[in-house]
Every structure is written in C-alpha cells, then in structure tokens.
C-alpha cells in the first residue's frame, strides 16, 4: 500500500523508526533521539506510563480478590504462559494472553511475551552480566555457528556507558571469564552463602561464587536522579513494576528520556507488519503498520530503522518483508534468517539442607542472590559437551508454625514461628548451540488476528543440552558435598525450551554475508540503513544473562548509524 498524498506522507515521515519499546528499543529511542533524530518508536501493545499504570505495585496480599493466585480458567486458557514463575494475579496485565498471539509449534516451544511500552523490561529478572572474549571467541574455537565480527574490547566500552546510566550492582570480582564493570554497591550476602563462597574458593582455584550483578539502584547516582529514579527499596515485586524505577526498565529510564527531548513520537497498538524496500533506491524507506484498534494499515516512512521487536518477532518481521530483490526475507541473501536460535538450558538444579550456622538467620527481602561463572570448557575442550554453564546460588532459612494448639496456645504459636535449618540451592543456565535445525519460519496458510502470518516454531534440546545437564548435577553435588550439605537432591524438569524467555538468533551478525545477516555494526549486510540489536541478533548466547549486552549493541548500534548517516555510510 502507498500514499499518494505528498503531505499526508510528509507527516509520517521521520529521521528514524524504532520498532519495539523493550530494553533495545528503549536504548535505540533514547540514543537516537538524543542525538537529534525525530523519532518514530511503535510498540504492537497498549501504552504503559511509569507509575500511573501499575495498578498492582502497592497492593497488599488480602487486596487481591483471589489472594495473588490465579483463577483456575486464566489457567487453563493459558497453558503456555501459566508456566511463567512471574504470571500471577497481580502481573497478568503484562503478559501475552495465549489465544492474543498465535504461533504453531512444530516442536514444543513455550513463547513467554509481553505486548506493551517497555515490554519484558517490566518483567525481567534483571540479572546482567557482561561477556568476555571467552564468550565471543567460543564459535570460532569449537567451529559451531559462525565466528562473532566483534571481541570484547569493541563493546567494552559500551558496557561502560549503558550500565552507568542503567544502574548496576555488583562486586569487582576481577575475573577473566566475566569482566568487571561499573558498580554501584552490591547487595549483601548471608551466612551460609559467605560460608559456601569460601569452602569452593579454597577447594578449587577455577571456580568462583559471587554476588550477582543486577540492574537494581542500591545507590543513586546524579545521573538516576535526573531520570526521576530512586533507590531499590528491596520490595521482591518488581514484575509488577516499580513507582521508586529501582530497578532498570524502559518505562522509568530510556523512554521518559527520550520524550523529554521533544523528538520522540510514541505509537502504540501498531503491529509492523513488514520493512518497506525501494528496490529503486536499494534501501529500506520505512514500514507497513496494522493499527491493532482499527485493523488499518499505515505506512512510515524513516532514513533509518531500528527492529527492536524481541527475537523471534524481529526475525518475522524480516521474514515477512519480502520484495522482488529480497523475495525470501529482508537481507536473506544468505538463506540463514530464521535458523541457527538459540537458547539458554534451564532445565536443572539442586537443593540440599545444612545444619551449621543455626544462630544465625536472614533478615529483610534482596532481589538478587549470588552467582557462579562458567568454569567449564573455558580455556580449552575438556568435557563431552561443547561450551559450559552458568549457575545460581541462594541460601535461606526455613520456619514452621506448630498448629496444633487452641486458644491463646495457638494464638502464641502462629505469632512465633520456630526457626527450621538452612536451605540451599542452585539452578542452571546452559549455553545451547546454534543448529540450522533450530528455526523459525511464516507459516504458509495461517495468519494472526492481523492478518500476519504466524510465526512457526521448531526449537529443541539435543544430546550436548543432555550432557552439559548431567554434569551440571555432577559438578554441583561434588561442591554441595564439600561444603558438607546434606540431603542433596538434583532435578531436570524437562522444561520445553522457551521457558527460560532467552531466546536468541535468527538474524546473526558476522563477518560473512554468505553465513550471517548482520555485520559487526549490526546493520543488515545488503541493507545498511535497517539495524537489529535485539535477541535476534545474536551469533552465540554464551552462559551470561542476555539484556545488558542488547543494550550495549543498541547504543553502539545508534552510535555508528548517526555518524554513518552525516558520512553517507548509512
């Protein structure tokens, strides 16, 4: 569809599109808009404003009418989303419904989304790790996907510069395998978590148990005041989005920094629907919109775009932008847009009790836990299994109510808890290889409510996942029991992938146009003035969370695209 009305065009043509408001496309907005670009941001759901729409942020357990739990139809309408950890009464608003957006599943995939200004930024677990050149040199050393176009020293400083403004906390660990960063103070460790830190310190010179690093305020600096943010008040709620903006999200950082400079235009309830092509200027000129009110389509028009959609949405979008030059998909020369996701493997864990430190207990709520870096498969092969894991670790102590009294006996009993003993565990997050086998594509005949054809999913474990899970449980019971736990347990619970809502890849940056989408400035080879800086983007997932270095691409991303549109590079 075009416009042939010249000024009607004239008003929907901007310097730049972003499209998707969450973590990337909160720092695309921002970056762009900062450096003077009137910019378009559309997000496919309802608009979210700080503070004011969080309408569960300060209810008290007794005011939900179902006590937080969710009502047994919600649940079983919504068997996908229902596996969440954080769907519950007071965050469901944030959350795709599944019937809103249907996929196929050609192979089990538990696709966990939120449709809204600031998308999964509300929701997130907020952990963020850099990666170091162990993590972007992995590929080329095993010969699994293709090589990274980029190492650390090249996003180095882009760490530096998103986690000052986003606030992060954490330890200066100095370690190899995961760089230190710009911290604020760290949040503090109990007892038994000191105690677990120094057995494996003095155990193993390759292993290492710190304080994670998470995008929580625990001290505001200048540059947090002036984004109306406060300190973490350590409330534990945070999926249902926090008034104090503790906690980094786009709706209390980037976004509101970027509609005070007067450049930004925010359009929600607008599902893209395809990248436009001028196949006479070879370039992208803007996009195809379906108003998810009216189910009209619009067009934008823009010098550059930003697709910032999440993963496997950014990869359909490019796969539905298809044109005479690029009829399998917007810069799909290369015939890999779709293939090679990947994942994180959360399928395992391990709990165990310990009897010591019982004068000791906790006290107060912390929205972090300390974290164990990979330490397998770091400088060289040395397992089965190709890449390594990271893992968590939490300690706690348990209570119990003695119920069996009456009267004032009673009374006295559920006001005194006793104290139990301490808890102890651990979960993992695996590194999964890219595999051609592991894909999205359009499927032919069905569409979604917009007419979009839906997306179809065929993403699964293999037999390296198997092993890593093994020896995850191994590794694990083997420091569990120097630190003399007892009643060690371990699980996998055979989770469908998904479910740890890190998907990556699809639309891989690397050196190579004939092996990968994007080059190392994350620009579409044949297509230079669209970039992806998403999940999508991914060429490997490394054991690290995720969303710090997505914000760190997008910054440098929008760096390079400004400057390369005044050179004429862009």
């Known amino acids: 569809m075009s416009y042939f009305n010249i000024d009607a065009q004239a008003q929907n043509t901007y310097d730049a599109i972003v499209i998707g408001s969450g973590i990337s496309g909160g720092w695309a907005a921002k970056e762009l808009t900062t450096k003077g670009l009137r910019t378009l941001v559309l997000e496919r759901g309802r608009d979210v404003r700080h503070v004011t729409d969080y309408p569960t942020t300060n209810m008290q357990p007794w005011e939900f009418e179902h006590r937080n739990q969710l009502k047994r139809d919600i649940r079983e309408a919504n068997p996908i989303v229902s596996k969440c950890y954080a769907f519950y009464e007071g965050t469901e608003q944030f959350f795709v419904k599944d019937a809103e957006h249907p996929y196929v599943q050609e192979k089990p995939f538990d696709w966990i989304r939120g449709y809204q200004v600031g998308g999964k930024s509300l929701l997130w677990a907020r952990q963020t790790q850099r990666w170091s050149d162990f993590d972007f040199q992995g590929p080329a050393r095993d010969g699994y996907a293709v090589d990274w176009p980029i190492r650390y020293a090249d996003i180095a400083p882009w760490y530096s510069y998103v986690e000052k403004f986003a606030g992060i906390t954490g330890n200066k660990d100095g370690l190899a395998t995961l760089p230190d960063g710009e911290f604020l103070p760290p949040h503090e460790w109990n007892c038994v978590e000191k105690y677990f830190q120094k057995k494996i310190a003095a155990k193993y010179k390759d292993r290492h148990v710190i304080m994670g690093r998470a995008a929580h305020i625990t001290q505001p600096q200048p540059i947090h005041f002036q984004q109306g943010r406060a300190q973490c008040q350590h409330r534990t709620i945070c999926e249902r989005g926090c008034p104090f903006g503790g906690y980094f999200s786009s709706n209390a950082s980037t976004i509101p920094w970027a509609a005070k400079t007067g450049k930004m235009t925010l359009r929600p309830h607008s599902t893209v629907h395809s990248i436009i092509y001028d196949e006479a200027k070879g370039r992208a000129t803007g996009v195809r919109v379906v108003d998810t009110q009216t189910k009209q389509m619009h067009e934008f028009y823009a010098r550059i775009i930003f697709l910032n959609a999440a993963a496997l949405n950014s990869n359909l979008v490019l796969l539905n932008s298809t044109s005479h030059r690029f009829p399998n998909g917007l810069g799909n020369d290369s015939g890999v847009l779709g293939k090679y996701v990947a994942f994180h493997n959360y399928r395992a864990g391990i709990s165990a009790e310990y009897d010591g430190d019982l004068d000791s207990t906790t006290d107060g709520r912390r929205p972090n836990s300390p974290y164990i870096p990979r330490f397998r498969n770091v400088e060289k092969q040395e397992t089965n299994f190709l890449r390594g894991y990271a893992a968590g670790f939490s300690a706690g102590r348990s209570s119990r109510t003695d119920q069996s009294g009456v009267g004032a006996d009673l009374k006295e009993s559920l ?56 020896d995850y449980q191994e590794q694990l019971t083997e420091m569990f029991t120097e630190a003399g736990f007892k009643n060690i347990r371990v699980r996998d619970d055979h989770r469908n992938p998904g479910l740890d809502i890190h998907e990556m890849g699809g639309a891989r940056m690397g050196k190579d146009p004939k092996t990968s989408i994007l080059n190392k400035w994350n620009q579409v080879h044949h297509c230079k003035n669209v970039f992806v800086t998403d999940g999508a983007c991914m060429t490997s997932t490394s054991t690290q969370n995720p969303s710090l270095t997505y914000m760190a691409l997008t910054a440098r991303a929008a760096d390079y695209a400004v400057k390369g549109l005044k050179k004429g590079l862009v």
């Open 415 to 470: 006001l005194n808890p006793k104290l139990g003993g301490w808890y102890v565990g651990s979960h993992m997050m695996g590194e999964t290889i890219p595999k051609e086998t592991n894909y999205v594509a359009l499927d032919p005949t069905l569409k979604d409510p917009y007419g979009i054809p839906q997306l179809k999913i065929a993403i699964a474990y293999d037999d390296n996942d198997d092993k890593m899970v093994k």
